[in-house]
């Protein structure tokens, strides 16, 4: 038997001079794509950087952007660069990817001119608001950028006609905002430009002429109200709600109930002339029976102009998401038997209000749509607007999204226990509605404003700034309000929550009202984490929990607040994952200040070194800032507890 061969297996043929040349030029192709995208980040990183450090310094009163500096003293890259990944490092920036997508400048005093050949820079910009600011002038040529989805410059001073050709290459645009300005000559007719357009708001201003054909067909709401409009609207218009067009006294045509005359028709005056004397009796007998039902109508109601229905008011808001809603009353199951009887604990089953005291008025969801409303804005847990009754009593009504997942029976009780409390400094729920999807909550208007109003409004001669003496009264006010919530609610871990100067309302004699308390147990977690001020403290950033101390060092930074008049940054935008070392290091560098300038000079510096009372001013405000600064202890275990920061506080004169 012959051995077996073993098999012929064929090796493969060693690489050639061309394929080794091939493969290296593979690699160093991969690794120069590698090295261009790694530097256009970084390129484009310094370039954003750049671009808003010009627009910056083209704004006057641009305290509240200090964070926008590249120059920063630790060298910590995340500070340096406007965005890390989806985060914005610098305060009303918004990122996506690492790039910049939108500016929230809202409530900042903001002033200047601003600079749109400095926003042309950042390619990637596809928002902007600027509401509540003090900008003025002439509409700026935002027409530039091109690919803008929204643009919100509501609640400035703008004025003065704008161009016609405005909005001409902004194919793009799907919110404009530029209602309660000072625009003035007529609008202009490239807003019907914009195919995407969705939401145009142009009321409070004194527009002029006729309203432009707006053939946009997923417009979903517009307001021109309060101008000096005239003539027809046009019939695309016509579906809208009438309150969208009120306030004009010229305009006519649906939905208005106004029909437009119609031209003069010339005609032989003789054979007119009996025409003309039937065509006045005619006109006299009407207007009799006009001035018959108004004297009707006015005998049985007030003259209280109406809310509406929902669309009235649904164009109001923030920048990005951006809508006030009032409830329809479809929506809210509101019917003829919605009044409200006695003390209703289950009033939502039945469509109505369930009122929470027995020493306030009723009324019902009808009611609140009749009344005369006024918008007071969006925050971060919905909408709000001030509802004047037809007997004259004002209440505020807050709508919140973000509370479905807490059941019904659980609100109730919850609606129960905040009826139940009763404090000088807590503004006092009145009334509620309940709804899977949303919740209604009813407080009574409060005249003067929040304290965050009065710390960064503009002052003047007739409306200064704070003195010492109201800001002690006011300190003295949140934190006996806090404390009394501390003492009530032994079994919550965060009473208050959410303690900020924009939560803080001021009554007439300046005595402060705590608002939007007690919300930690409804509001669903994770919207809680992102916007509360709770999950913004050093002990939730550190160890993801909070404790009864945390409202403790939410009142240290609104005292620091109080007495410096600095606007805390990170407060004024809420994005998930903010990190509390932005306040950890403003409370840092309030501290090491030198303490002749950290107060807020409009508190009365020409008088700190005389002797008032019998007390050293100066003196007493170093005893609060060194309370405040106890309150904002890292530590929670070495914080101060709430009793101990009332009964110093109790202390200063």
């Known amino acids: 038997m012959g051995a077996h061969a073993a098999p012929f297996v064929r090796a493969p043929p060693p690489p050639t001079t061309t394929t080794t040349t091939l493969l290296n030029l593979l690699w160093l192709n991969l690794l120069l794509l590698v090295l261009f995208f790694s530097s256009t980040t970084v390129g484009d990183a310094e370039s954003d950087a750049n671009a808003l450090i010009k627009f910056k310094s083209s704004l006057s009163n641009a305290d509240a952007l200090r964070s926008w500096n590249i120059n920063n003293n630790n060298n910590d890259p995340k500070t340096m660069s406007p965005c890390s990944g989806n985060y914005g490092n610098w305060i009303g920036v918004l990122c996506s990817e690492g790039y910049i997508w939108g500016l929230q400048l809202e409530n900042m005093a903001l002033a200047g001119d601003i600079d749109v050949d400095s926003l042309l820079l950042l390619p990637h910009l596809r928002t902007i608001s600027f509401m509540n600011n003090n900008f003025e002038g002439g509409l700026p040529d935002f027409k530039k950028l091109g690919s803008l989805k929204s643009l919100f410059l509501s609640h400035n001073h703008f004025s003065g006609q704008i161009p016609d050709d405005a909005f001409t290459g902004m194919g793009s645009l799907k919110k404009l905002y530029l209602s309660h300005n000072e625009f003035t000559g007529t609008i202009p ?54 309150t969208s067009f009120s306030g004009n006294k010229d305009l006519c045509g649906k939905p208005l109930d106004l029909e437009c005359k119609s031209p003069a028709v010339l005609s032989d005056p003789q054979k007119s002339s009996p025409m003309k004397i039937i065509l006045i009796v ?199 309000g806090l404390f009394y919530l501390h ?108 303490t002749a300038r950290v107060f807020d000079k409009e508190m009365g510096t020409k008088n700190n070194n005389n002797n008032i009372d019998g007390h050293d001013q100066v003196g007493e405000m170093l005893k609060l800032l060194k309370i405040g600064v106890a309150c904002c202890e890292e530590d929670a275990a070495k914080r101060w507890d709430l009793k101990e920061v009332l009964q110093k506080i109790e202390e200063l004169n």
């Open 189 to 242: 007719s490239s807003v019907a430009h914009p195919n995407k357009l969705l939401e145009l708001r142009l009321d409070g201003n004194r527009f002029t002429g006729a309203i432009p054909d707006l053939q946009q067909k997923d417009l979903k709401i517009l307001n021109v109200s309060n101008n000096e409009l005239e003539g027809p609207i046009p019939p695309t218009l016509a579906k809208l709600n009438p």
């Open 282 to 480: 005619i006109c006299c007998l009407v207007a009799l029976a006009a001035i018959i039902m108004v004297l009707i109508i006015y005998r049985r109601s007030s003259m209280t102009p109406q809310l509406g229905s929902s669309s009235s008011l649904k164009a109001t808001g923030l920048p990005v998401p951006a809508a006030v809603v009032v409830a329809e009353q479809q929506q809210y199951g509101s019917s003829p038997d919605m009044s409200v009887s006695g003390n209703s604990k289950r009033g939502d089953q039945h469509g109505k209000l369930s009122f929470v005291r027995d020493d306030r008025q009723r009324f019902d969801l009808q009611d609140l749509l009749r009344a005369s409303a006024e918008v007071l804005g969006s925050g971060n847990f919905g909408s709000s607007y001030k509802a004047v009754l037809m007997d004259g009593h004002a209440v505020v009504v807050k709508r919140f999204k973000h509370m479905n997942n807490c059941g019904r029976e659980e609100f109730h009780e919850h609606m129960r226990r905040l009826g139940r409390l009763g404090h000088p400094n807590l503004l006092p729920l009145v009334a509620y509605y309940y709804r899977k999807e949303e919740k209604l909550l009813v407080f009574d208007y409060v005249h003067h404003g929040s304290l965050a109003s009065h710390l960064h409004g503009n002052h003047s001669a007739e409306q200064p700034g704070l003195d010492w003496a109201t800001r002690l009264k006011i300190v003295k006010g949140v934190a006996r």
């Open 487 to 594: 003492e009530e609610l032994p079994s919550l871990i965060v009473p208050h929550g959410h303690l900020k100067s924009s939560n803080v309302l001021l009554n007439e004699s300046m005595e402060p009202l705590l608002m939007d308390y007690t919300l930690v147990p409804v509001v669903n977690l994770e919207r809680a984490q992102q916007i509360m001020v709770a999950y913004k403290s050093p002990e939730y950033a550190q160890q993801g929990r909070t404790t009864r101390k945390t409202d403790v060092w939410s009142l240290g930074i609104l005292i620091l607040e109080i007495l410096t008049g600095k606007f805390p940054a990170n407060y004024l935008i809420a994005q998930s994952g903010t990190d509390a070392a932005e306040l950890t290091s403003w409370v840092d560098s309030i501290a090491k200040e030198d």
